[in-house]
């Protein structure tokens, strides 16, 4: 029969079908987000809430879908009539377009049945399945039309404000307005609406009898089956997965039940007279209490069946058969399903794990990847939907938390699939023009009649396939066989028609070969909709409530953890629910799925990093046990035995020693910490599955995620572990922080054993950040709290008398006193702790510390500068009199606030000490860690020439303070001290000078203070005035350098006062006076040995040094008869 005898309608039928289907699609989406936002008050038309709307509203309601304008209750309708035909014309033309959906439907499916089309889903599958998706598609739409309950309001009073605005209702409206009315029951409506169509219809659906039951079968036939296993036979691994039904066989479960339980219910008739109808029928009503309409939206079957069949005359059996159908359902679908899920758990992980092992089998065994993936979304959505919308008491079949493992398997497959696209794209190339082209070419030739139409498409495909070779894919050609498809589907639509001069019903073999071919097609050119078809999982972003559920459970399980990057990747599906009809739902759509996907990832690195807290926890519990302070017991226990006086007594029990956790007697003894470390192994497992996820053009790192919370809790718990008290003013030593730090910094490492991830970056920023005074977040750092602690705790009680610095041991120590300090000085500031803090602090930090103390003895310079102020004039003429004892005396006596210059002096020195202990920790880390920079840095200070520039040289010492070397001019005080120059340089020069003279001549006072005897055991004074050497030495550097001044003159100068007025308290009788002569006197040798500037020879020439030997016999004398 030519094509130019058949009407211009019967050619179109594969056409209208594909544009119909789309469309319906799209008319789905915005019905549904109509009904969604009329049922979200936040999104509802305002019109429909507004109070003075209200009378209208129901008016127009209650009469709908007559229009009266002549009311009184519309008078508030006529104010805003041109704001309602602005807002409410989407809404409103939604609802045109769904009525002429319906015309369109109506014709194409009166078209069908006059062309008598056959229909088998085994032979012609795309024209019945496109059928049979338009009668559902169709369907659906009009249910959840009808489930808008605002429709009437909505279209009623867009009518009304165009009627006010224009005269006239709107041309559609008495159309649409009938249409809303005839629909309020619509199954009931399509019942009958469908009665002609019910042959087409029921053909179709019976066709289903070769799939739908050998597809629902119960988990235990597929595993006496052995479905979708490749290693039950290995002799057939290589051999291609063939089937007569290749299309049938990954079609979704769900669309067939749909189509059987809606197809029945419109053409309910052939339940009576076909036994297969009925048989089909029964198993859908018994495989599901609820089928999906769209999206979150459901469809209660038996309750909807009974109430439409109930009120049919005959129908008591088919109503009996519901019921009956509906306990099996509540009785063993949940079961049936469960044993499914479980089922496909260990198929899919089989079939994913040989995959991973031999890509190759993607080649002949595409088909098996794909049913997997049907199969295991099938049972996915039925578990989702049914859990959501419970009908029984018990819920345990309905709570699966072993879903996520299904769906991670289902994930594998799909990255398979895009990952070697290529390989099966060159095995079904070769498949196509070695094996499919030389079939079919057979099939065509051995036809009995083929007119010529049909046979030039034909040939086309035979051309088509014979053309391709390996080279293209090589090449990286881009395939497209979509006009290949359509093609095959105009010609099932031109051979399916009756009186057709080649029919298809009688070529079976004919539509089975074309099925495979175009299935090979599209492993060629369509991997990616095809995983879309069969896997497109993005109905959970409409269940986020059960999908944020089902991650918890899966994150509270530890032998599921590992599988929670199937939440996230989930997310990566969710744009594709989207539908050109409905662009204004991309932004919505893609902003849940953003925040789902941030959520989960941010959930999954929270879990890990508590998991790897409590680690640390454990581990720094550990390393605690082997720190020094705690061996004392074990000593004093070794003494306690070896003494006599221990017999008689039992011994205390033997405390157990560090290490022995590690004994393990029995491997079945599982500690917390085994636990720890296996449930972060499975967790990291997930974090670390894919470097990287795209959702919605967003990049999501998993591993980001886990590495900025790694910093964020690293950098608390270190200032955590420093257990500063505000309150108590106590504080970690930084010995034991040290440790736990490294115990901490070890169990990080051992992170990148389990996720590619740089460590070391997080220890950099999270370090760094600890040097500064706050960190990124603005919250005080370890350096801030030690700083803040050894400035105002420790040096304080030092001012206070309470601590004293012994230089023999290179420590600041608690002195007896009648308050007790709650801490003790020396376990802070030995050797060992300040290089524990130089480790912890690092330069930046001791950087820190040392501007902090410099701002200290900048205060106090500017105080002493107040004082000298106070005493210029009389100290310009001691300055110039120091040759003239009585004279002296005299000034000396007017001289105001002594002993408060003195003890600001040694306040200064004190902290300068404290600084010394500081830099010579930090320079003892630094040459540990950077031996040849250190070693550089100090030639280039010992090498500066004295002629360099004081600038330069001011370069080069503040490079070598930074590396904790000394210097002879202290960098960070001539900065602190720099900010107190005034306008007047040279009134600055001099008190510099006189505050130089204030001191020497002050320092005979100190020899009447008790606490100034000289202790050969500490190698200084109680009253730390030995300190004054330093501060002497370094303010006086630090003051000439700023004002320019000869530093060596000065100090000359300031020996030479100082030697003047000790040597008067040698002629002094009163012994009061003159009780610590000898102590004060071996200061100036301490000033001498400190300075760089001064020599003992020049100290000769102006002191005696015999004054200094006797000096140092009679204090060491002293102290051998005071402690005998």
């Known amino acids: 029969m030519s094509r130019g005898a058949m009407q211009p309608s019967q050619q179109k039928l594969a056409e209208k079908l594909t544009i119909l289907n789309d469309r319906g699609i799209g008319m789905l989406t915005r019905i549904y987000n109509i009904k969604k936002a009329c049922g979200d008050p936040k999104a509802k038309p305002s019109y429909l809430i507004d109070k003075n709307l209200e009378s209208a509203v129901k008016f127009i309601v209650r009469k709908f879908p007559a229009v009266e304008t002549r009311n009184n209750n519309l008078a508030q309708l006529q104010k805003e009539k041109s704001e309602i035909l602005k807002n409410l014309a989407l809404y409103y033309f939604t609802f045109v377009d769904v009525m002429e959906f319906k015309d369109h439907v109506c014709e194409l499916l009166n078209t069908i049945d006059a062309c008598q089309v056959f229909f088998d889903i085994t032979v012609n599958f795309d024209l019945t399945k496109n059928y049979l998706d338009l009668v559902v598609t169709y369907t659906t739409l009009m249910l959840l039309l009808s489930r808008i309950e605002e429709r009437k309001a909505i279209i009623g009073l867009y009518n009304y404000a165009h009627e006010m605005t224009h005269g006239s209702s709107d041309r559609e409206y008495p159309r649409l307005g009938q249409m809303i009315v005839d629909y309020e029951n619509p199954l009931k409506k399509m019942m009958e609406e469908f009665v002609p169509h019910g042959k087409s219809l029921s053909d179709a659906l019976v066709s289903l009898q070769m799939v739908y039951p050998r597809r629902n079968l119960s988990a235990d036939q597929w595993r006496n089956a052995q479905l979708l296993s490749l290693i039950s036979a290995p002799s057939t691994m290589l051999n291609p997965a063939q089937s007569d039904t290749m299309p049938c066989e990954y079609?979704?479960?769900?669309?067939?039940?749909?189509?059987?339980?809606?197809?029945?219910?419109?053409?309910?008739?052939?339940?009576?007279?076909?036994?297969?109808?009925?048989?089909?029928?029964?198993?859908?009503?018994?495989?599901?209490?609820?089928?999906?309409?769209?999206?979150?939206?459901?469809?209660?079957?038996?309750?909807?069946?009974?109430?439409?069949?109930?009120?049919?005359?005959g129908y008591n059996k088919r109503v009996n058969d519901i019921r009956e159908c509906k306990e099996s359902a509540l009785s063993h679908a949940g079961s049936m399903h469960r044993e499914r899920r479980k089922f496909l758990r260990s198929a899919l992980k089989e079939l994913a794990t040989v995959l991973a092992d031999q890509p190759g089998l993607l080649g002949p065994k595409a088909l098996f990847v794909f049913m997997a993936l049907s199969f295991a979304r099938d049972e996915i959505i039925w578990l989702l939907r049914h859990a959501d919308n419970i009908q029984k008491k018990s819920t345990d079949d309905f709570i699966d938390k072993h879903i996520a493992e299904l769906i991670f398997y289902m994930e594998e497959l799909r990255a398979h699939v895009r990952k070697y696209g290529p390989v099966m794209q060159r095995y079904y190339v070769q498949y196509l023009?070695?094996?499919?082209?030389?079939?079919?070419?057979?099939?065509?030739?051995?036809?009995?009649?083929?007119?010529?139409?049909?046979?030039?498409?034909?040939?086309?495909?035979?051309?088509?396939?014979?053309?391709?070779?390996?080279?293209?894919?090589?090449?990286?050609?881009?395939?497209?066989?979509?006009?290949?498809?359509?093609?095959?589907?105009?010609?099932?639509?031109?051979?399916?028609?009756?009186?057709?001069?080649?029919?298809?019903?009688?070529h079976r073999e004919l539509g089975k070969m074309m099925n495979t071919i175009i299935f090979h097609t599209k492993m060629v050119d369509s991997l990616v909709e095809m995983l879309v078809e069969t896997s497109d999982l993005s109905i959970f972003c409409f269940y986020s409530r059960a999908f944020e559920k089902m991650f918890q459970q899966c994150l509270e399980l530890p032998s599921q953890s590992r599988y929670s990057i199937s939440f996230p990747l989930l997310c990566t599906h969710f744009m594709s629910c989207t539908h050109e009809l409905c662009p204004e739902e991309r932004h919505h759509i893609g902003d849940r799925s953003l925040s789902l996907c941030n959520m989960f990832l941010d959930e999954m690195a929270k879990q890990a990093r508590n998991l790897i807290t409590d680690i640390c926890t454990e581990q720094c519990t550990l390393s605690d046990q082997l720190l020094p302070k705690h061996c004392a017991k074990?000593?004093?226990?070794?003494?306690?035995?070896?003494?006599?006086?221990?017999?008689?007594?039992?011994?205390?029990?033997?405390?157990?020693?560090?290490?022995?956790?590690?004994?393990?007697?029995?491997?079945?003894?599982?500690?917390?910490?085994?636990?720890?470390?296996?449930?972060?192994?499975?967790?990291?497992?997930?974090?670390?599955?894919?470097?990287?996820?795209?959702?919605?053009?967003?990049?999501?790192?998993?591993?980001?995620?886990?590495t900025s919370h790694l910093e964020i809790r690293f950098t608390k718990s270190i200032v955590g572990m420093t257990m500063y008290n505000q309150t108590t003013q106590e504080i970690a030593k930084p010995s034991e922080l040290l440790t736990s730090v490294r115990a901490y910094m070890t169990v990080l490492q051992s992170i990148e054993?389990?996720?590619?991830?740089?460590?070391?970056?997080?220890?950099?920023?999270?370090?760094?950040?600890?040097?500064?005074?706050?960190?990124?977040?603005?919250?005080?750092?370890?350096?801030?709290?030690?700083?803040?602690?050894?400035?105002?705790?420790?040096?304080r009680q030092v001012s206070n008398g309470h601590i004293a610095y012994f230089p023999a041991m290179k420590a600041f120590v608690n002195l007896?006193?009648?308050?007790?300090?709650?801490?003790?000085?020396?376990?802070?500031?030995?050797?060992?702790?300040?290089?524990?803090?130089?480790?912890?602090?690092?330069?930046?930090?001791?950087?820190?510390?040392?501007?902090?103390?410099?701002?200290?003895?900048?205060?106090?310079?500017?105080?002493?500068?107040?004082?000298?102020?106070?005493?210029v004039e009389v100290l310009t003429q001691m300055r110039t009199s120091f040759d003239k004892p009585d004279h002296m005396a005299a000034l000396f006596k007017r001289l105001t606030s002594v002993d408060s210059v003195l003890k600001r002096m040694t306040i200064i020195g004190v902290i300068l000490s404290f600084r010394s202990l500081a830099q010579e920790a930090l320079r003892d880390v630094l040459s540990c860690h950077i031996p040849f920079l250190v070693s550089s840095v100090e030639d280039f200070k010992d090498h500066i020439p004295r002629e360099t520039d004081m600038k330069v040289a001011m370069n080069v010492y503040e490079l070598s303070s930074a590396a904790g070397l000394p210097c002879e001019i202290d960098p960070a005080l001539v900065v602190a001290l720099s900010s107190q120059k005034?306008?007047?340089?040279?009134?600055?020069?001099?008190?510099?000078?006189?505050?130089?003279?204030?001191?020497?001549?002050?320092?005979?006072?100190?020899?009447?203070?008790?606490?100034?005897?000289?202790?050969?055991?500490?190698?200084?004074?109680?009253?730390?005035?030995?300190c004054l050497a330093k501060a002497i030495n370094q303010i006086a550097a630090a003051l000439f350098t700023i004002h320019k001044g000869s530093i060596e003159d000065r100090l000359k100068e300031f020996l030479a006062l100082a030697s003047s007025s000790l040597l008067k308290i040698g002629q002094e009788t009163d012994k009061t006076t003159t009780r610590n002569r000898e102590s004060v006197y071996l200061l100036l040798d301490m000033i001498v040995q400190e300075s760089p500037f001064l020599t003992m020879d020049l100290l000769e020439s102006c002191f005696p040094y015999v004054l200094l030997r006797n000096a140092y016999h009679a204090v060491y004398k002293q102290s051998v008869s005071s402690s005998a």
């Open 634 to 706: 074990t000593i004093s226990q070794a003494v306690n035995k070896k003494s006599k006086k221990q017999t008689g007594k039992k011994g205390e029990p033997e405390r157990e020693k560090p290490g022995v956790e590690s004994m393990r007697k029995n491997r079945l003894l599982v500690t917390n910490l085994d636990k720890l470390h296996t449930a972060l192994s499975e967790l990291c497992f997930s974090i670390n599955y894919v470097p990287n996820m795209m959702v919605w053009e967003h990049t999501f790192t998993p591993r980001e995620y886990l």
């Open 753 to 795: 054993n389990y996720v590619q991830i740089d460590i070391t970056r997080v220890f950099n920023n999270v370090l760094l950040q600890q040097t500064q005074h706050l960190d990124s977040h603005g919250e005080p750092t370890i350096t801030s709290l030690y700083t803040n602690w050894y400035l105002e705790t420790l040096l």
């Open 251 to 313: 079609l979704s479960l769900d669309t067939m039940e749909k189509w059987i339980v809606f197809g029945f219910i419109l053409c309910h008739a052939a339940l009576n007279s076909d036994p297969a109808a009925l048989s089909l029928w029964k198993l859908a009503l018994q495989s599901s209490t609820c089928l999906c309409l769209f999206r979150d939206e459901v469809f209660h079957i038996h309750k909807a069946a009974e109430d439409l069949f109930v009120n049919i005359r």
């Open 433 to 506: 023009s070695g094996f499919d082209a030389v079939v079919l070419n057979e099939l065509v030739q051995n036809l009995s009649v083929c007119p010529e139409d049909e046979s030039i498409i034909m040939s086309s495909f035979v051309n088509t396939m014979t053309s391709l070779s390996v080279k293209q894919v090589e090449d990286g050609e881009v395939f497209d066989f979509r006009g290949m498809r359509l093609d095959w589907f105009r010609l099932q639509a031109y051979t399916s028609v009756s009186k057709a001069s080649l029919g298809l019903a009688d």
């Open 982 to 1026: 005034s306008g007047n340089p040279e009134e600055e020069y001099k008190i510099a000078c006189l505050l130089m003279v204030f001191v020497a001549v002050s320092m005979p006072t100190l020899a009447s203070n008790v606490m100034s005897q000289y202790s050969p055991a500490i190698e200084g004074h109680c009253n730390n005035i030995h």
């Open 816 to 871: 007896p006193t009648e308050n007790e300090l709650t801490f003790n000085a020396e376990e802070y500031s030995d050797i060992s702790e300040m290089r524990s803090l130089s480790e912890l602090l690092g330069p930046y930090g001791m950087k820190f510390l040392s501007e902090s103390l410099m701002w200290h003895i900048s205060s106090q310079v500017a105080e002493l500068k107040k004082l000298v102020v106070d005493n």
